[in-house]
């Protein structure tokens, strides 16, 4: 651990600067997490109606909490302080509660805290002391930390800061390229693709009006095959080599359709997954919901550069294809249904990598939660050879 660290740490926890400081350093603090509308109500002090900070993120409205005492406290006094807060906020007709502290915080006594919130209807965000000295000695908090804390950067840092600074032009100037580009290309593509699909349906018209006999079997198959030789001679039209988040919540709007008030809509509150008899399940904690549509953006970019290698080497490709479906499972993205998601996606994604006729089905018993389970510590044999069975039954 570097000074810079040590010093972040101990600042916070020996917080000597006051109320007003901790609440513009946290408005800070989201301002750089993308929050937007922030709105301070009484920095200066003064009575602020139980509203520390307003802020707005991916069209949702906050109230955020500032708890910054001058020395480490017990979770009895954090958990009251919470709680107080927490019925203050209740009455400004907010989507969610916010709660800021320099505090230590277990991941069971941030569970319980959600829990709290979640019982009283609202979506919580816990930023507790560890996360904000993350958040503080990374590039973008090298700033917000000399500001208000007073720590300089270490020649290290100010290399990392200017770094980070100039490949944020540089990967937004790619960005807008590869934009452009992509849709020029794609509009070509939906050009020739409604001449080809009216070709073939006049074919298909045609047959049936002759009564002529046809093999469904073989169609299917050429079919596939032709999918497959596409995707070879140029991935860009494998669907699977452009899933973007819109093509993900539409899958999921097919497959919950008779639940609309969840269908296509990423979840906006912190899931616990149980087992058999309520106890928390084994595994690594899901992400905090409002991480979860930047988690699926650098999922599926991911995905997306590395479509056109695992053409080419069927082993890779299902290695590839077993931790995306671990990581669409950890996320989390939606309350329900993910499971039945992923197995679309995976399906989707053999057929057009390893040029299947029919979709490969994961047998979900003892076995397949296994394996899960072991996925989520980074071990993907048992996943991997499931998805091999699978694919071996698809053929």
Not at 26 to 46: H, S, V, Y
Not at 87 to 111: D, M, Y
């Amino acid at each position: 651990m570097s000074i810079h660290q040590i010093s972040t740490t101990i600042l916070l926890t020996n917080w000597e600067k006051g109320s007003s400081d901790a609440e513009r350093l946290c408005a800070d603090l989201l301002r750089i997490d993308a929050f937007e509308n922030i709105d301070p109500q009484q920095p200066l002090g003064g009575p602020d109606g139980g509203k520390d900070i307003l802020c707005t993120k991916d069209e949702k409205t906050f109230v955020a909490a500032v708890y910054f005492p001058r020395e480490p406290v017990s979770i009895t006094a954090i958990s009251n302080k919470f709680s107080l807060d927490l019925q203050a906020s209740l009455k400004h007709n907010r989507s969610g509660f916010i709660f800021l502290t320099n505090q230590h915080l277990t991941v069971g006594e941030r569970t319980e805290l959600e829990r709290i919130a979640a019982a009283n209807g609202k979506r919580c965000l816990i930023y507790h002391r560890e996360r904000l000295r993350v958040m503080l000695d990374t590039p973008a908090g090298y700033g917000l930390r000399l500001r208000h804390l007073h720590i300089p950067m270490s020649n290290e840092e100010q290399t990392a800061f200017f770094a980070a600074s100039g490949q944020n032009f540089t990967d937004e100037l790619k960005a807008q390229t590869r934009a452009i580009e992509s849709l020029a290309y794609r509009i070509d593509q939906f050009r020739q693709q409604g001449q080809e699909f009216f070709l073939q349906t006049v074919a298909v018209i045609a047959s049936a009006v002759r009564n002529e006999h046809t093999d469904v079997q073989a169609m299917l198959a050429a079919a596939a095959a032709a999918s497959f030789q596409r995707a070879v001679e140029d991935p860009r039209e494998a669907v699977s080599a452009h899933l973007t988040p819109s093509l993900l919540r539409y899958v999921h709007r097919l497959i919950l359709s008779s639940d609309l008030a969840y269908a296509g809509k990423f979840r906006e509150t912190q899931v616990w997954l149980v087992d058999a008899n309520g106890e928390p399940s084994p595994g690594p904690e899901r992400p905090a919901w409002d991480r979860v549509p930047s988690l699926i953006r650098e999922l599926l970019d991911q995905w997306n550069r590395d479509f056109s290698s695992l053409l080419e080497d069927n082993n890779r490709a299902i290695t590839s294809i077993a931790r995306f479906f671990q990581q669409l499972l950890w996320i989390h993205p939606f309350v329900d249904g993910n499971t039945r998601l992923a197995q679309a996606i995976l399906a989707l994604q053999a057929r057009e990598l390893l040029g299947l006729l029919a979709d490969p089905i994961l047998d979900r018993g003892t076995a397949y939660y296994i394996a899960l389970q072991e996925a989520d510590t980074g071990n993907l044999t048992a996943l991997e050879d499931l998805i091999k069975s699978a694919v071996r039954d698809a053929r």
